[in-house]
Structure formats: C-alpha cells, structure tokens
C-alpha cells in the first residue's frame, strides 16, 4: 500500500472552512478500544499483538469507506512521518514499528491505530469546530467494531482502557486552536491554569509531549469516566467558547493598545513568508501564526485561514520530501519549502 | 530663506546614477580655504567671525549658480538636520549656529560651509565615482573666491588652514562606497587597516565620528600637503577601483559558498520593506543594503540603485518630518516612513 496518493490529496480536514475557523483549526475526537479476549498492548505477546493486527486488518476490509491499512514496520522513516505529520498517528506510534497497523478512511476522514497504548484508537478529524461530526464518524467505527469483535465492555466503568485515564467512554475531544493575542497579551499562561483547572489538557500542536509552535494549542477533556459522551461534548462547547471569547476580546485590546506594533509584525511575516529563499518549518508555522492573525482581524484577506493551514502541514518535511520525491537535507527542504510557500502565497519572483 | 523648496526637489548626486555606481554612491571633492585677514576660526572673535560670514555673503551674491544662504541661527533644529542628513553640512557644524553659515549652489551641486573649522569649507556631490567632475566645480568656485577675497596662501606650504592635517592643497576627495560582500566576507576590517596605513581615512556615512550603517564606508585621502590635486585624484582613482575589485571578488564568493543564504537574505529585506509598517532609519539603511546587494548580483530588478540610495535619504527623520509637514515623534516617523517606503517600492496595501 504505497503512501504516495495520499501525498496528491488533501485530508477532509484541510478540505474546508469549518464552523469558528477564524480560532479553532479542527477538531478532532477519539476513542479508546481493546479486544475483551486478549492482554493490553503492554502486556501483549508479539503473538497476541501481531493476531490482532490481523483480525482487525480483516474486519476493517468490511468496514465502509475503509481505504488504506499500513503496516508500520513496511513503512521508511519518511513515509511514517508523513502520516505524522498529517496527524494520523503520534509521534510515539510511529517510533516503534512492530505489531503496529493504521487504517486510514476515505479522504482521512477517519483513523484507526492498531497496538498504540490500546488495541484500537479510533479517531476522526473535521475542520473547524464540530465535535458532534467527529464523534458520529467514530461512533459509526466503533459500532462496526462492536458488531465485527469482542470489545472489553464493563457494566460499572464502561469501557475498559490500557490507561485508567481513558476508562469510561474512552473518548477524548481535542481541539486545535489559535491563540495568538492571548500569547501577545501574556494571558495564556493562566488560560492554561484554568483550563487544567477544570478538566483540559494544554498540549502543542502535535498532541502529549510536544511543545508549542506558531500559537497553536491543543485542549483535550482530562475525563472520560462518569461522564456521558453528550456531556464532554457539550462542556467542551462551553470551554471552546469561552476561550474564543477570551481571545477576541485580547484581540480588541491589542488593536486599541498597539495597532501599528501589530500590523506591522503580521506584515512583515507576510513580506518574508511571500520572498523568503529559506525557511524552515518552525518558522512557517511561527510566520504563518501572524498571518493567520492577520486574516482574523481583517488586514490579510489574499489568502483564507484554510489555505494559510494547508500551507503549513503540506511544507512540513515529510510531506515536502514526498512531493519533490526525494529525501532532502535540511537546507535543500528549506529552499524547496520557501519556493513552494513563495509558489502558494503568489509570490513573484519565484526563479 | 526657507528649506521647504529644496524638500521638494532631489540634489544632483541623487539625480541621476554615475559611473560604478553599483559600489560608488557619491563623490565629494572638499576645499579648505581661509581669509588672509582674519584669525582662523577657532582664534577670531565673534565680530570677526561675523564679518567673515557678511563678507562672504556678498561675495555669494557674484557667484554663478548660487542659490541659497542659511544663517544657522535662523533655522531650526529640523531643518539643520535636514541639512546634515542632505550630506550639505556636518552634524557638528550643525550643532553650535552663532556666526555660521551655509551657501548652496543651484541643484546642491556644491555648497560652502562658512566658518566651520575653517572660514570656508567649499565642497560639491556628484553621483557616482567621478572626482574630476567635483574637483572642477569646486575649483571654479575656489577661483571666484581667490577673486573677490584674499585667501590666506604660503607659497612653500600652499593654503594655508586651521588644522595642519588641510594644509597644502586643502583638499579632501572623499567617496562613499557600498561593501557589503567584504563586510559579509569578514574582509572589511583588514581593507580598513591596509586603507589607513596607505594614506585614507575610512569612516561612516555621516563622515567624522559616524558609526557604519549598512555597510556604507566613506573613505577619504588623508594627504593634503606635498601632494599635487591631479596626484590625490588619480591615487584615489587606483585605491577605488581596487576596493571595488575586492568587493567584487567577495561577492563572487559568497555567491560561490553561500548562495542560498545571501538571496534568503536579499529577499526577506525585500519583503521586509515592502510591507513593514513601522521602520526606523536605521533599519531601512540597513535592509537597503541587502537590497542594493541584491541588485549588484541580478537578483533584484524592480528597483535601481539610485533609487534605492533616495529612499534611503528621503526617508530620514528630518526629510520625513518636512514632507509631512510638522514634527512627528519617533514611533510617528516610523509609521510615515514604512508608508513612505512602500509606496515608494510598489507594495500593494498600503491603506
């Protein structure tokens, strides 16, 4: 199963706008599954681990709008930083190759990792902000996979987890958000504190453990257990708007207390991000955030919040190694990155 | 007298480009002189220095191509910078107003600073390298002078000036070239040493005691006593076109090991001052030198030197604050001048 037609296409993701996509890049819901019959992952025989793999590999090929499973042990290095990159699987996953599978859906509509920290993370990411979309994708997945295996299911805890943290429903709605006055007006750190207060993780744009770039956080419900599925979608609608409302009102004050300050440095990333000759991923995604901010408050309109997202992930490595076909030293990347960022933003000049 | 009509209009060295005017941006060709009668500057009375100047005007009055006598004490603090940032007077003489004064042919194409360090300070710019061209403008009006005054001359010494550094022909031919290769090559600092011990003088923009702004040098002959006016032109001619040559060697190679990394440079200067919307003097002096670079190398085309060496004058303080038309605090300027830059580079949005 070869990577490359994914390269040419668009996940649904980065296909439209979604609803608050001024603020919030997507959303995206997961579950968290494990077979009733066989041992945790962690505690799993490479014989338990690699049956699993393949009753699931054949379960899915009966699953609708299924397209692609990827051994993680037949893919290079680049190929899995791909799938990285286009947030199909963690950075974690794609460390270890075996006994470890991705099923990808339709237009990446969905994801299933095999043997990650559970036997199966069902996953699904849409534009914008909409966690109900997101979670009738996964809940469509997780029903088939109900019906087609034996899932561990305790009346009590609900479902059974390899982590007690996803016990319960197992579910965990993340949303990725922009946030660049609360940085600018250094209210984010308490944004934080209270979120984590009250039941979210702050994380970086690529999930547990990665720092933050460009702006771009995070937020995941801490708590799966107790908890119905209606009810952590509809406090995590509570909380996305209440950040928003946060980060529109910083944006006001930044407009009152340092406008020129402001345009100037959403002009200037648009000036180096449209003649750059060298850029390297961090700074696309840090340029791209003042960008983006650009747009929220009018002064950008050459180029949408969705283009600007699309521009950031298809110039990350991987993905601008696979386009040009071949594998690039960091400074070749950083050519070919500024040329095609040059290329999408329309920048003259582009010899 | 007022400075408004000269604001309005470009002085010679600005008019048009000259030869090697990729490295050379101007030449000044300058004349010590001194009334026989009176005390030199530092040593006459202030009735003395009054006359000078009174004498002197009215001698003016005769001469071809005379345009304008400022008072310094009549003008104010914006219009004396006006006149140091038009290269027609040194910040220093600038500095203390009483019994100075400034005559300024038509064009700006010469200038004679009276009672400076000496009673008369005759100089002109012209664009380019052509110290022939500066050299007879000046010697026409030091001719006129020697008619209608009596100019203090030995015949062992020559003209005879205030400090013995002047004495002799009185005569300073002083270029201002842009090195940016050999300032990137790290080959400045042994140019300017070999530069001192065969007779020149290597300073910054605004000449004596200026610090280097975009690596704009302004190298003089030392030698005035001894030494024929043809001699001092033609070893300035030798010593130009071998910095040149060097320069040009150190453009080669940084084209040779680090392409890349110089258009990179070129370029984010470029877009820089295409869409900032705050710039300071110093960082346009700066970024300009990237550019004026890149045109030297083919990169840049949307632009000529000479119109790069204007933004860069009409863009400081003084000449900012009389084309708005009322004096502006820093962050004001800064906001004019980045609206003044792009409008003048051809960026789009500059609402």
Redesign the interface.
């Known amino acids: 199963m070869s990577i490359q037609p994914m390269v040419e296409k668009l996940p649904y993701w980065l296909r439209e706008e979604g609803e608050y996509s001024e603020i919030v890049i997507s959303t995206r819901v997961r579950l968290a599954r494990n077979l009733s019959d066989t041992p945790f992952v962690q505690r799993a025989s490479e014989e338990e681990l690699s049956e699993v793999m393949e009753r699931a590999r054949e379960a899915f090929l009966r699953l609708e709008r299924f397209e692609n499973f990827f051994y993680m042990d037949a893919l290079d290095p680049i190929e899995r930083q791909f799938l990285v990159e286009r947030r199909l699987m963690s950075p974690e996953f794609a460390k270890n190759g075996k006994n470890r599978g991705l099923a990808v859906g339709e237009d990446e509509k969905f994801g299933i990792m095999v043997n990650e920290e559970d036997h199966f993370r069902i996953f699904s990411i849409v534009p914008g902000f909409n966690p109900e979309e997101a979670h009738e994708i996964v809940d469509d997945i997780d029903n088939f996979l109900s019906r087609e295996l034996e899932i561990a299911f305790d009346n009590d805890f609900g479902y059974l987890t390899a982590c007690p943290t996803n016990v319960g429903t197992g579910m965990r709605i993340s949303v990725l958000v922009h946030l660049p006055a609360l940085v600018l007006t250094k209210e984010m750190d308490k944004v934080i504190r209270s979120l984590s207060q009250t039941g979210y993780f702050v994380r970086g744009l690529w999930g547990e453990g990665s720092r933050i770039q460009g702006n771009i956080f995070q937020i995941s419900n801490q708590r799966t257990l107790g908890v119905k599925e209606e009810d952590i979608i509809e406090n995590m609608k509570r909380m996305v708007k209440e950040v928003m409302d946060y980060e529109l009102n910083a944006r006001e004050i930044l407009i009152k207390n340092a406008r020129?300050?402001i345009?100037?440095k959403i002009?200037?990333a648009?000036?180096?991000?449209?003649?750059?000759?060298?850029l390297s991923s961090e700074e696309v995604i840090n340029l791209s955030s003042a960008v983006r901010l650009g747009i929220g408050l009018g002064?950008i309109t050459e180029i949408s919040v969705l283009h600007l997202t699309r521009l950031l992930v298809l110039s990350l490595p991987a993905h601008l190694q696979l386009l040009v076909g071949r594998e690039m030293e960091a400074?070749e990347r950083?050519?070919k990155r500024?040329e095609f960022v040059r290329k999408t933003l329309g920048g003259k000049?582009d010899g």
């Open positions: 020129s300050q345009e100037d002009w200037r648009w000036g180096i991000l449209k003649y750059a000759r060298m002064f400074e950083d050519i500024a000049n």
